[in-house]
C-alpha cells in the first residue's frame, strides 16, 4: 500500500527547496518574535528588579536600556511585540473560521506587516 | 475484537483529561494581553531613561502598578505555554523533558520576580 505511486505524486514541500510563501514566512516570524521576546521580557523585568533593589543600581540598569545599544534591542522588541500583536490578531479571525482564502490571506499579510510597523512609530511617538 | 468500550482505548493516552485546555488558555492569555500591552507600553515608554525619580513616579501610581503586574503575570504565562509548544515541536526525549521543566520553572520564576518587584516599587513609595 505504501509503494503505491510511488516517485509520482505530488510531494510535500521541502524547506531547503521550496520558496516559503508570505504567509508562510510570517508564520514563522511569528514563532521567532514570540521566542525572541522572551528576552525582551527578561531586561524589562531587570529593569522593575534594579528599581526594587536600589537607586544605584537601578541608574546601571536604566543608563543600558536607554543607551544606544538599548534603544536599539528595545525597538527592535517593540516591533517584534507588535507583529506577534498584528499577526495574533489575524489569528482570532483564522479561530473563528474566518480569512482562509487566498485573496484574503494576501491582504491580510500585508495588514500584518503594515500594522507592526505603524504601530512602532506610533508607540515611539506617544512616548 | 476488543470488548473494550470507545471510551476505555483512548483513556489516559496523549492529551486525555487535558482537552483543549491548552490550546484555549494560549487565546485566554492572547486576549487579556490585547489591552494590557497598550496600558503597560505607555507609562513604561515614558518611565524609561527618565532615572529612579520616574520609575517611583509612574509605579507608586496604583493604576500603572496593576497593569504593569497584570501584563508581566499574563506575557509569562502566554510566554510558558507558547514556547512549551516550540519545544514539543523540535525536541524529543529527555531533552525535551529537562527542557520543558526549564521553561516553566523560569517563565514563572521571571513573571513572578516582575510582580514583586513592582509592588516593591509601589508599596515602599
Known amino acids: 500500500m505504501a509503494d503505491v505511486n510511488r516517485g509520482n505524486r505530488p510531494l510535500s514541500p521541502h524547506l531547503q527547496v521550496y520558496r516559503l510563501p508570505l504567509v508562510a514566512k510570517i508564520s514563522?516570524?511569528?514563532?521567532?518574535?514570540?521566542?525572541?521576546?522572551?528576552?525582551?521580557?527578561?531586561?524589562?523585568?531587570?529593569w522593575f528588579v534594579a528599581g526594587a533593589y536600589s537607586p544605584e543600581y537601578f541608574a546601571v540598569a536604566d543608563g543600558l536600556l536607554s543607551s544606544l545599544l538599548g534603544k536599539i534591542v528595545l525597538i527592535a522588541a517593540l516591533w517584534a511585540l507588535w507583529f506577534?500583536?498584528?499577526?495574533?490578531?489575524?489569528?482570532?479571525?483564522?479561530?473563528?473560521?474566518?480569512?482562509?482564502?487566498?485573496?484574503?490571506?494576501?491582504?491580510?499579510?500585508?495588514?500584518?506587516?503594515?500594522?507592526?510597523?505603524v504601530l512602532t512609530v506610533l508607540t515611539l511617538l506617544l512616548v | 475484537m476488543s470488548y473494550?468500550?470507545?471510551?476505555?482505548?483512548?483513556?489516559?493516552l496523549g492529551r486525555a483529561g487535558e482537552g483543549v485546555h491548552h490550546f484555549w488558555m494560549q487565546r485566554v492569555t492572547s486576549i487579556a494581553l490585547v489591552p494590557l500591552t497598550i496600558l503597560f507600553l505607555i507609562p513604561f515608554g515614558k518611565a524609561l531613561g527618565g532615572g529612579y525619580e520616574a520609575l517611583v513616579a509612574t509605579y507608586s501610581s496604583f493604576g500603572n502598578a496593576l497593569t504593569a503586574a497584570l501584563f508581566l503575570f499574563v506575557a509569562a504565562w502566554h510566554f510558558a505555554i507558547g514556547m512549551q509548544v516550540v519545544i514539543e515541536d523540535y525536541t524529543h526525549g529527555g531533552t525535551r523533558l529537562v527542557l520543558l521543566l526549564l521553561n516553566k520553572l523560569l517563565s514563572f520564576a521571571l513573571g513572578a520576580a516582575g510582580v514583586l518587584a513592582i509592588a516593591k516599587i509601589l508599596f515602599s513609595a
Open chain 1, 28 to 46: 514563522i516570524m511569528t514563532r521567532i518574535t514570540g521566542v525572541a521576546l522572551g528576552g525582551a521580557a527578561l531586561l524589562i523585568v531587570w
Open chain 1, 84 to 117: 506577534h500583536f498584528a499577526n495574533g490578531i489575524r489569528h482570532f479571525f483564522f479561530d473563528l473560521g474566518k480569512g482562509f482564502d487566498l485573496p484574503t490571506v494576501v491582504k491580510t499579510n500585508w495588514y500584518v506587516i503594515g500594522a507592526s510597523v
Open chain 2, 4 to 12: 473494550k468500550t470507545d471510551y476505555n482505548r483512548v483513556a489516559g
